[in-house]
């Protein structure tokens, strides 16, 4: 289709679609604890948090006998500058990122990344796989419910998008192994991933004085409205 551009405008004669300002390129709110400080990310005991080496590290202590332990690493409103929290979906959020390590090889019993909503105070969860021992394994998960996203009784494609416009908080949940070796895993490049808005219409729109002419190619979304999944 051939579109006129006038200011951010794009125009299309032809066909009778206008498409809003906007780009498709996606946008990124990271956390890379390059600060080496905890930024604000929440741990509670027993697992201590540091970063000495430019990532979160999460620490499970040598125990006498073996404990149940978990650890959740959050990120809510005072952590990351509050750019894990707040409205998903008016910021456009399609996928959560990260980075992960077990950096001494201990394979934890859970593995886990969850949200919890403001307003229902569900909390939502997606099981992750394990990574091997001593690389650092990257994660990429669509904020799709049809990605896998579970709650449980009376959970819905509409409740988990409705529950994505207040998040509280997000973070990793992990569940030690059976074991009474201290355990250490690394956590790094946490990012919300955004798409700009843009709308798509099927009126035929003028705006003034127009000059020049491009050719706007429109592609698929892939089956979360990931629009990056697709290459």
Not at 45 to 53: H, K, L, M, Q
Not at 98 to 113: A, H, T
Not at 185 to 194: G, I, S
Not at 220 to 229: A, I, Q, S, V
Request: overall charge neutral.
């Amino acid at each position: 289709m051939w579109m006129r551009l006038q200011q951010g405008m794009m125009i299309c004669a032809a066909c009778g679609l206008s498409v809003a300002p906007g780009l498709l390129r996606a946008q990124e709110d990271v956390e890379t604890w390059d600060a080496q400080d905890l930024r604000g990310w929440v741990v509670a005991p027993p697992v201590t948090s540091s970063n000495t080496g430019g990532y979160l590290r999460l620490s499970f202590a040598k125990r006498k006998m073996v404990m149940p332990d978990e650890c959740l690493a959050l990120a809510g409103t005072n952590a990351s500058g509050g750019v894990f929290a707040g409205d998903y979906q008016a910021r456009g959020a399609y996928a959560l990122s990260f980075r992960f390590s077990l950096s001494n090889d201990q394979v934890p019993s859970g593995f886990i990344l969850r949200f919890k909503s403001a307003a229902s105070g569900w909390e939502w969860s997606y099981p992750l796989a394990v990574p091997p021992g001593g690389v650092w394994a990257n994660y990429r998960v669509p904020l799709a419910y049809i990605a896998g996203w579970r709650h449980g009784p009376g959970e819905s494609p509409q409740r988990f998008a409705d529950d994505l416009r207040n998040v509280e908080w997000v973070g990793i949940y992990i569940l030690r192994n059976p074991t009474t070796n201290s355990a250490d895993y690394d956590l790094d490049d946490f990012t919300l991933l955004r798409a700009r808005n843009f709308t798509i219409g099927g009126a035929l729109a003028y705006a003034g004085k127009q000059a020049g002419a491009i050719r706007i190619i429109a592609e698929p979304l892939d089956k979360y409205g990931d629009p990056t999944l697709n290459g």
